[in-house]
């Protein structure tokens, strides 16, 4: 079992930054790859960033690429999402989520979600 705690949303103003930070549970925090997913109203989730359990390898949405970058601490059991040059449309609640790495077994452990407002 992994429980998921986001926080670090806020509103901030276009061109801005924000890191969100997600803690984890658990002593195995290693064999989960990590991702960030958002929902902005009326749409639907959408994968944003995702980093392997080593931390060696990350992917990102071509929405948020050259803008995001997403990190882990393996010994502190933390994920992180560095967001700059902010635009309107990246208003959402970001979701962290885990799936153990290698397994053809979607994300089974979610957090609560963190609401980023992007406005000026």
């Known amino acids: 079992q992994v429980q998921l705690v986001e926080s670090g949303g806020g509103l901030v103003q276009p061109g801005g930054s924000l890191r969100l930070s997600c803690a984890a549970s658990?002593?195995?925090?290693?064999?989960?790859?990590m991702g960030w997913f958002r929902q902005a109203p009326g749409k639907e989730r959408e994968f944003v960033a995702v980093?392997?359990?080593?931390?060696?390898?990350?992917d990102y949405a071509d929405s948020v690429k050259g803008r995001f970058t997403i990190s882990r601490e393996n010994a502190k059991n933390m994920v992180y999402l560095q967001m700059n040059s902010l635009k309107p449309e990246d208003t959402a609640v970001y979701y962290c989520?885990?799936?153990?790495?290698?397994?053809?077994?979607?994300?089974?452990?979610w957090g609560q979600g963190t609401q980023v407002t992007v406005s000026s």
């Open positions: 989520a885990a799936r153990i790495e290698g397994s053809s077994n979607g994300y089974a452990y």
């Open positions: 658990g002593r195995t925090f290693s064999r989960y790859a």
């Open positions: 980093i392997s359990g080593s931390g060696g390898n990350t």
